[in-house]
């Protein structure tokens, strides 16, 4: 018995999608499917802790964009 790990997306279908290595082809195997969710990786972490951290820290001084100046006419390019 060999142990063959996989990151596998599965599809709306509920479908996945699997190539083995050529070394099984044309056989006979059985298969043990063992589903877990992925782990987030640490720069996702690290981007969501930053998120949370500096969540609301311009609650209580909002960016106001001015108001523009009006766009000066051009002529057409063709």
């Known amino acids: 018995m060999k142990t063959l ?3 596998a997306h599965i599809e709306n279908n509920a479908q996945l999608h699997l190539s083995l290595p050529a070394e099984y082809a044309n056989q006979d195997v059985e298969l043990v499917v063992i589903i877990q969710r992925r782990k987030q990786t640490i720069e996702q972490q690290n981007w969501l802790a930053f998120i ?3 969540y609301g820290c311009l609650v209580d ?3 106001e964009r001015p ?3 009006a766009l000066n006419e051009i002529d057409p390019l063709l």
Do not use: G, R, V
Request: hydrophobic share 25%; proline share 17%; glycine share 0%.
């Open 52 to 54: 949370n951290q500096s």
């Open 67 to 69: 108001e523009q100046p």
């Open 5 to 7: 790990q996989f990151a």
């Open 61 to 63: 001084d909002p960016l």
